[in-house]
């Protein structure tokens, strides 16, 4: 009798293994899966030239690397005679920018005038002015809603923003951050919401607005001057 | 007189008993075992090996795909953003199929984190498609039918509005927020042992084209796949 039960125990064993192995196996057949992907898209800011530069009013001077569009911005203009000599209204030029976001932008700008010269009569950052020209927010891709601010009083030369000083003769530009002295640091020129809808960046299309920069032909002090700007677009 | 009639029994039992050991040894001759078993549908869905990443801007594999072993890739597809100067992030998943009769392999996909507004990335801003070859020889004979138009970065252009669209019906995650078939066929493996390699084999492509899509730091994009049989 004890052996006959010990040999059920063994086939029970057995049996229950065998199941068991059964089990495990079908379990182990696999019909799912998983795929999970992350994935970032970070803000996105970017000025490029919008075209090539227009000088008008310069005598002598030139462009001298002119603005490529869709390029980094990098242009050189050699504004010729700014003094008596030059008998234009104004030597201006105007320089086509392209922004480009996926985000709320902010343009600001810094500039610096310097001057040979050593007297009060000598060019100064006041002297030079300087506006954003009309917003074009246009072409497929670009996002229409929503107003720029300029920060600026647009062309520097027209009418409005600058006159000759009753007192002491010198032309001066009155508008709103209308010169470069309101530029010595950092300052904001334009600001405005998402540029760009979904759509790829290949996509050349974006907001494009005119930095003019003015100069009125005076008896400045004679000698050299170097004018350096420079646009930052961030995303706030 | 009486020990003759006992030695006459005795004779008869002995033979009697005789008989009837022939005629028992007789009937145990032959026997017979009956046995039952059962070969239920088989269906499977592994990995088919290493996944590959390509055109990212600072994604990476996280989990790889192994050959065999259950399908639970993560990957970190990197910039999506305009700042990612490449054509395509593209992710292609090779997956492993068995089965002993006609399958159905079914998707269902999410994407969760880019935001709601109409700049924000969508589903159907993710491409997917599968690229499934000839049977080889090796496999039973049929035809797999791809319900999708295939790799998703071939073809594919800019809407009206300027955004990329995929080429094809049932190119994007927008197809599968609900469980759809992808693929389709008849039965794959031929009558082989269970660890024969024999598969079909073939990889899920998934596709994003960078673009000025809203910014969202934590974009998450799931797709489950699953193998029925039919």
């Known amino acids: ?236 | 007189m009486f020990k003759l009639t006992k030695g006459i029994v005795t004779t008869l039992a002995v033979s009697a008993l005789l008989l009837m050991s022939a005629a028992a040894t007789f009937a145990q001759t032959t026997g017979s075992v009956t046995m039952t078993a059962t070969v239920s549908n088989f269906v499977e869905l592994t990995s088919g090996g290493a996944v590959t990443l390509t055109g990212n801007s600072g994604g990476s594999v996280i989990t790889d795909g192994t050959a065999n072993s259950p399908l639970a890739v993560v990957v970190n597809l990197g910039e999506i953003g305009p700042s990612n100067t490449n054509s395509f992030v593209k992710l292609s998943v090779p997956l492993r199929l068995r089965s002993n009769v006609a399958y159905q392999l079914n998707m269902v996909s999410s994407v969760a984190g880019a935001g709601a507004t109409a700049f924000s990335l969508k589903d159907t801003d993710v491409g997917f498609g599968l690229t499934p070859a000839a049977r080889p020889a090796n496999l039973a004979a049929g035809v797999d039918t791809n319900a999708t138009p295939g790799d998703p970065t071939v073809g594919g252009s800019t809407d009206a509005n300027g955004r990329w669209v995929f080429a094809g019906a049932n190119s994007t995650l927008g197809a599968y927020a609900v469980s759809g078939a992808v693929l389709s066929g008849p039965r794959i493996n031929q009558a082989v042992a269970a660890n024969s390699a024999t598969n079909l084999s073939l990889p899920a492509i998934f596709a994003i084209k960078p673009q000025f899509f809203d910014p969202a730091p934590a974009i998450t994009i799931t797709a489950q796949f699953t193998v029925v049989a039919l």
Do not use: H
């Not at chain 1, 059964?22 to 795929?35: I, K, N």
């Not at chain 1, 242009?75 to 996926?102: D, H, Y």
């Open chain 1, 1 to 236: 009798m004890p052996r006959q039960t010990s040999s059920l125990t063994k086939k029970s064993i057995l049996l229950l293994t065998f199941l068991m192995i059964s089990a495990v196996t079908c379990l182990g057949q696999s019909t799912t899966g998983t795929v999970n992907m992350s994935a970032t898209v970070s803000k996105f800011v970017e000025i490029n030239s919008g075209g090539a530069v227009t000088l008008t009013g310069n005598s002598g001077g030139g462009v001298t690397t002119d603005g490529v569009a869709n390029s980094p911005l990098a242009v050189s203009i050699n504004l010729g005679e700014l003094g008596p000599g030059n008998t234009n209204n104004f030597v201006t030029a105007q320089v086509p920018l392209k922004l480009r976001s996926n985000a709320p932008y902010v343009l600001s700008m810094t500039a610096t005038v310097t001057n040979s010269g050593t007297t009060a009569s000598r060019i100064g950052a006041a002297d030079v002015g300087f506006g954003l020209g009309t917003v074009s927010r246009s072409g497929i891709g670009v996002n229409t809603t929503g107003a720029d601010t300029n920060a600026t009083s647009g062309d520097p030369t027209l009418a409005a923003n600058g006159s000759v000083n009753a007192t002491t003769g010198r032309f001066e530009f009155t508008g709103v951050r209308s010169n470069l002295n309101a530029f010595s640091s950092a300052t904001t020129a334009l600001s405005g919401p998402i540029i760009m809808n979904a759509v790829p960046r290949s996509n050349a299309n974006g907001l494009t607005v005119p930095a003019f920069f003015a100069v009125k032909p005076q008896f400045f002090e004679n000698g050299t001057t170097t004018i350096s700007v420079t646009f930052t677009v961030t995303a706030p």
